[in-house]
């Protein structure tokens, strides 16, 4: 069984600030690795993944996150916020076969003050 | 690309009555996830399908709920009979090898 943990349920942070949001898993199997974004009123996209490869991904505006095997750990970090930022994060982990299941986590709220 | 497609994208209906959400999933995919979104209880997976068969139903709530892929390219889910606490937004998604979820834009759901 897999689980995710975002402890921050909300992350208030200056413009031009850096940030970042935590997210801890745990899985007895190999994971695959997911950021998802939802602004208000809006369904969720994708941000980032960590399939294999390079343990550092990025995303094209801006955010990035390290798959840390030894700490179970795929952190979001941007080094510089805007306000149009402002969302909810989840981070959510599924196995690398068989059914492909997310499990997410409880989302961290980012909120970008000008 | 259309992306996954839902409807009604808003929904009030009163206690008692029967709500049918509905998904159009992305051309070519072959899993299909409905969750449902509440602010107490967060994003939780319903039921998942692939290749048009449930494999996983646990996260329904009770015997109310129900869904059916009749086909690749559709599918539904029912509440009956519907009762305020249902009251969410309701998110169809849509993958293929299990590698990215693709959402939908959900549902809005308020049972008076």
């Known amino acids: 069984a897999q689980s995710v943990t975002q402890l921050d349920s909300q992350v208030p942070v200056f413009e031009e600030a850096p940030v970042e949001l935590r997210c801890n898993y745990s899985?007895?199997?190999?994971?695959?690795l997911f950021w998802y974004v939802q602004y208000p009123n809006q369904g969720l996209q994708l941000l980032l993944k960590?399939?294999?490869?390079?343990?550092l991904v990025e995303s094209i505006n801006g955010f990035e996150a390290e798959f840390n095997k030894s700490q179970t750990s795929f952190h979001l970090r941007k080094p510089s916020v805007h306000i149009s930022d402002t969302a909810e994060y989840f981070c959510?982990?599924?196995?690398?076969?068989?059914?492909?299941?997310?499990?997410f986590g409880t989302g961290t709220r980012l909120k970008v003050l000008a | 690309d259309a992306g996954v497609i839902q409807s009604p994208r808003h929904e009030v209906t009163e206690m008692g009555q029967e709500v049918t959400l509905r998904c159009k999933p992305i051309?070519?995919?072959?899993?299909l996830f409905w969750y449902r979104q509440t602010m107490m209880r967060g994003l939780e997976l319903l039921i998942y399908f692939n290749n048009n068969v449930p494999i996983d139903d646990s996260g329904m709530p009770e015997d109310r709920f129900s869904a059916k892929m009749p086909n690749a390219s559709f599918s539904t889910l029912k509440i009956q009979p519907s009762e305020p606490r249902d009251s969410a937004v309701y998110f169809c998604?849509?993958?293929?090898?299990?590698?990215?979820?693709?959402f939908g834009p959900g549902t809005r759901l308020t049972v008076l």
């Open positions: 051309s070519g995919h072959n899993s």
């Open positions: 899985s007895s199997v190999s994971v695959y």
């Open positions: 959510a982990v599924s196995g690398t076969s068989g059914t492909y299941k997310y499990i």
């Open positions: 998604a849509s993958s293929f090898g299990g590698r990215q979820q693709y």
């Open positions: 960590y399939l294999s490869g390079s343990t």
